[in-house]
């Protein structure tokens, strides 16, 4: 077996489905598996996808694993040479992962190998490619500047503008498509399970870099993520907020040491204050810098962020406010 895929569903079949179809569709030459990791989905319709593929193979998990844990599960019930971690709301719109596989054969010392990913709107999905996060591209991360200033060393995206589509050096690729050489997954120890969701894909990409590897950006690879931009003036969920930056805190504190973590916290509160506080003015404003739709996701964001970096929420969502 050349690859197998391997994609973690929660309650995302409709997106499932189109997935699996398009890697038919563009996907020629390679020999393949796709497993599917159902992470006790409540509608319980994964068995579906075997009334139009009848040769994926599903594991269904009594528990919702989270997303390290379900892929190292897929992972182990895999046969393929190479390895491809996939999200289900992704599509193909080009033959994306013949490509990646050619370059992972061909690039030196290639570690992950990942592409550039779209917004359902075909617009460019400024996080497939990332700088390891540090206290201070975390505060700075504000998605109007790192489109207009790609180039800056803060954010490490500048690959995705640039004009020639050859493959690139990067730090993180995205965990929504990553593909890797099956001994190199091993050799790192598979995904980290002290993640339950969110910065898998920032562990792993660090992990293979510490070991000599390169990861590569390959631009010339195309596919679009349905699920990686929320749609403007939509009011992000406090959960997945808080369980961002509690997964950020964890990394730093795992690569960088408790007091780097405790100052990440720290410097977040700030961050959150400052925000907050210009979102604030710009409502004064009224919709002459920003319409008020947005301004409201945006303090919904900074909010949460506020209440778990100074640990008034953690509790209450269950989750810990330790590192």
Request: net charge positive; glycine share 6%; proline share 3%.
């Amino acid at each position: 077996m050349d690859l197998s895929i391997i994609s973690v569903n929660w309650n995302s079949v409709e997106y499932l489905r189109a997935c699996i179809a398009s890697i038919y569709e563009y996907t020629v030459g390679i020999s393949f598996e796709i497993i599917v990791v159902d992470n006790a989905s409540p509608t319980q319709d994964v068995d579906l996808l075997k009334q139009h593929f009848r040769d994926v193979r599903i594991i269904k998990s009594a528990t919702n694993l989270g997303f390290a844990r379900a892929n190292n599960l897929g992972f182990k019930a895999s046969s393929g040479r190479y390895l491809l971690f996939l999200n289900p709301d992704t599509e193909l719109v080009s033959p994306a992962i013949n490509v990646l596989l050619e370059r992972l054969k061909s690039l030196p010392a290639a570690g992950i190998v990942g592409c550039k990913l779209l917004n359902s709107d075909l617009s460019v999905q400024t996080s497939c490619i990332q700088k390891f996060p540090t206290i201070v591209n975390q505060v700075t991360d504000i998605e109007y500047l790192r489109v207009r200033w790609p180039n800056c060393r803060l954010w490490g995206i500048g690959p995705l503008f640039a004009s020639h589509a050859g493959p690139a050096t990067v730090e993180v690729i995205s965990g929504a498509c990553m593909m890797v050489k099956r001994e190199v997954f091993e050799e790192v120890a598979m995904f980290s399970e002290e993640y339950f969701m969110y910065a898998e894909d920032v562990d792993l990409s660090y992990k293979i870099r510490r070991i000599g590897l390169i990861n590569y950006y390959v631009g010339e690879a195309t596919m679009i993520h349905h699920g990686g931009r929320s749609t403007a003036g939509q009011v992000p969920n406090q959960r997945d907020t808080i369980m961002k930056s509690k997964a950020i805190l964890q990394f730093c504190t795992k690569t960088r040491g408790r007091l780097y973590g405790l100052l990440y916290r720290a410097a977040m509160v700030l961050a959150a204050m400052g925000r907050l506080m210009l979102i604030a003015v710009m409502f004064a404003l009224g919709n002459t810098v920003w319409k008020r739709e947005v301004l409201q996701s945006a303090a919904a964001k900074w909010t949460a962020v506020l209440k778990w970096a100074v640990g008034l929420d953690d509790g209450a969502l269950g989750l810990s406010s330790n590192p």
